[in-house]
């Protein structure tokens, strides 16, 4: 068992900046690949961003791609997310969560643990 607690949301202008954390605890969570997904009012939950065990491996959805950076610390137990030239359709609330192989995966279902999310409003 993992457990997630995602911080660092809020409310930013168009082409600000936000730098979203998530901090673990429980099983070691350096065997972990982590995600980053978010959801907006009325929509399904969509995938963010990966970064598989190590750091060694990240992968990006095209909406975020140069954007975005995804990167982990397993001293210390964190994943961030550093979201660069935020736009207005990037508000939504932002999750992170832990997938059990250490890979990256887009796919939500492959992921067993899950924060509890956090708002991230980019305002135009």
């Known amino acids: 068992q993992v457990q997630l607690v995602e911080s660092g949301g809020g409310l930013v202008q168009a082409g600000g900046s936000l730098r979203l954390s998530c901090a673990a605890s429980g099983d070691p969570f350096s065997k972990f690949g982590m995600g980053w997904f978010r959801q907006a009012p009325g929509k399904e939950r969509e995938f963010v961003a990966t970064?598989?065990?190590?750091?060694?491996?990240?992968y990006y959805a095209d909406s975020v791609k140069g954007r975005f950076t995804v990167s982990r610390d397993n001293a210390k137990n964190t994943v961030y997310l550093q979201m660069n030239s935020l736009k207005p359709e990037d508000t939504a609330v932002y999750y992170c969560?832990?997938?059990?192989?250490?890979?990256?995966?887009?796919?939500?279902?492959?992921?067993?643990?899950w924060g509890q999310g956090t708002q991230v409003t980019v305002s135009s």
């Open positions: 969560a832990a997938e059990p192989t250490g890979w990256t995966t887009t796919y939500a279902g492959s992921y067993e643990h």
């Open positions: 970064i598989s065990w190590s750091g060694g491996d990240t």
